[in-house]
């Protein structure tokens, strides 16, 4: 997850390229239960009307649907694309639900989870009045396939009847992907390989949004989308960094009851520096005044400054998304083989150094399970080797002794060279003094950016001990657990997320049994069951959830923020 940002998934885009960078996110945290709006920006009666300004860091590249990878239809995005389903656009855990959007209800499975039928809503219509048919919808996956627009999520490849092999509308000779049935403009049929009871989150993704074949130009699709949301694109320019939307005229809040849809115009600036960016909400001059970010967090300097002035403080908003922060270990590279030293690195972790390490307890909370700890992930409270706030040195020099390494060991902790980040230098150095306590010896060895992230998701590269994160696609267990810890995710040509090379088959069956449900609060708590059986493996060691920390300007209203995305929801938000 993650991103926040622009794209969770960019965050989920973090999740599955590397996973990247933790950018901003929500969820009940495990003592506030549940995000937190900036406090007087929140209040006050929201009105239509006026400009909402967004300042970004990250610019909003590949405006396609079929190229977009979002949590939940992302928050920019989701302005101009609706789905079959979209998230709840409602605060705290009430936001991690599914909800219908284009489609009359979340879907209606076979059996056996295997087929799934949705139907469209009465009225919709695009930006220039034509109607919106399934045939649009289906085109919209169909184009997703295509590799000149690649980047989307990944998994109607796999879910898909027939997508493996399938190459997109531009190459199908007008075939079309048989497994997509639609008998008549309303209903749309969906065939999978296997039982998936959360396709109603997939269906969240933009790769559900109706594309009219008439108006797809391919790669420059994205300079104009047609819009079936309540807002559409103006103007876009230099690939996303500077973008214009108006309202469509066309969009019927009858059939939207998600997206609030209150300013006129909303004006998307990127490519700023994230302490300008602060520090123009901060000052809330001018049009800034009506601004938010959908991807920069407060830093713990920037926080300790408004923390202390209490007009500013009441513009935060608090939220936590579906993240973890993680020591990765390769069992393949010696001493990692043996568990009684990853058990004696895990009972020997300072989670408080940490945490500190990223800015305090403000902004991240120390983890001892991988699922994040919200109900909707199915997080199951379990701590398998229980080190307190600051670590068991006894503990794991006795495991040390027990490993035969009764002098200690020296290690090598490979981490990134991005500095106050979560896999950056000061957490990094913070394990290494901790493990000092307990006789391992940490040698640091730092790398750059993308040199980091090939070297630590290439199977053949993957060093024994460093740092890692992972972020949500949807808030379940399953976006969380099944690409990290599935025996058969294991990828030894390309990006491998299954750093431990876990492939345990009474794991890799549970992940298939859950997947079977489609009542997902059944589901849930199977989730948190298999975390507790995986973390007793110690493949991992949990260290911290984030916290994101946000500004907005002075005259910003209605400030909602789900558990599903952990930042403010722009389809919300009012400047009036």
């Known amino acids: 997850m993650r991103h926040t940002s622009i794209s969770s998934r960019n965050v989920a885009r973090a999740a599955a390229i590397a996973v990247v960078l933790a950018v901003g996110a929500v969820a009940c945290g495990p003592e506030d239960g549940g995000a937190k709006s900036a406090g007087s920006a929140a209040s006050g009666t929201p009105h239509k009307g006026g400009a909402l300004s967004v300042l970004n860091n990250e610019a909003q590249t590949d405006f396609d ?94 879910w898909l009847v027939g997508g493996a092999k399938y190459a997109g509308p531009y190459k199908d000779g007008g075939k079309g992907l048989d497994s997509i049935e639609t008998p008549d403009a309303k ?77 006129d115009t909303i004006d998307v600036r990127s490519g700023l520096d ?104 199915g997080y199951t409270p379990y701590d398998p080797f229980p080190a307190g706030a600051s670590g068991n040195a006894d503990k794991a020099r006795e495991l040390l002794k027990e490993a035969g390494y009764a002098d200690g060991l020296t290690v090598t902790l490979t981490h990134s060279n991005a500095k106050g980040g979560p896999k950056g230098p000061e957490v990094a150095t913070a394990l290494q003094d901790a493990l000092k306590k307990a006789g391992i010896t940490v040698k640091l060895q730092g790398l750059e950016g993308n040199d ?24 379940s267990g399953g976006p969380f657990l099944a690409p990290i810890f599935d025996g058969r995710q294991i990828v030894q040509d390309g990006a491998n997320f299954n750093t431990g090379f876990l492939n345990d088959p009474s794991v890799n069956s549970e992940i298939d049994e859950i997947n079977k449900l489609t009542d997902l609060t059944a589901a849930a708590p199977r989730w948190g069951a298999l975390d507790k059986k995986i973390g007793e493996q110690a493949v991992v060691v949990p260290l911290f959830h984030p916290v994101y920390k946000r500004l907005v300007g002075k005259d910003v209203k209605n400030v909602v923020i789900s558990d599903w995305t952990g930042v403010l929801d722009i389809a919300q938000v009012a400047v009036k």
């Not at 009225?123 to 399934?134: A, F, H, K, N, V």
């Not at 699709?221 to 005229?249: C, F, I, M, T, W």
């Not at 209490?310 to 069992?331: C, D, E, M, S, W």
């Open 187 to 263: 209903t749309i049929v969906f065939h999978l390989n296997k039982p998936e009871g959360e396709f109603p989150f997939l269906a969240t993704q933009t790769q559900f949004a109706p594309v009219p074949k008439a108006k797809d130009n391919g790669t420059k699709y994205e300079e104009h989308p047609v819009s079936s949301g309540p807002y559409k694109v103006v103007k876009n320019e230099n690939d996303g960094e500077h973008l214009v939307l108006a309202r469509n005229p066309h969009w019927s809040e009858a059939t939207d009851s998600e997206r609030k849809a209150y300013p």
């Open 452 to 475: 980091y992230n090939d070297t630590v998701a290439s199977a053949k590269k993957e060093p024994g001990f460093f740092l890692r994160g992972w972020g949500a696609d949807w808030p």
């Open 65 to 158: 649907p079929a190229r977009l990878y979002t949590s939940g239809g992302g928050n920019v995005p989701s302005l101009v694309f609706r789905t079959l389903t979209t998230r709840k656009r409602a605060s705290g855990a009430e936001g991690t639900k599914v909800v219908p959007d284009l489609a009359t209800d979340t879907g209606r499975p076979n059996a056996d989870a295997t087929v799934w039928t949705y139907t469209l809503k009465d009225g919709l219509t695009y930006e220039d009045g034509s109607p919106i048919t399934t045939a649009d919808i289906k085109y919209g996956i169909e184009r997703s396939f295509a590799a000149e627009l690649s980047g989307g999520a990944p998994y109607l490849r796999d």
């Open 274 to 377: 994230q302490a300008v960016i602060n520090q123009r909400l901060s000052a809330s001059q001018g049009p800034d005044a009506a601004a938010v970010t959908t991807d920069t967090n407060l830093g713990p300097a920037e926080l300790a400054k408004v923390s202390s002035d209490k007009q500013l403080a009441a513009r935060v908003g608090t939220g936590h998304f579906g993240y973890t922060n993680y020591i990765a270990f390769n069992p393949n590279v010696k001493p990692f083989d043996n568990p009684k030293v990853r058990q004696a690195i895990a009972y020997a972790v300072d989670r408080t150094s940490a945490v500190n390490a990223v800015g305090g307890s403000s902004l991240a909370e120390p983890a001892t399970t991988f699922l994040p700890n919200q109900k909707a992930f």
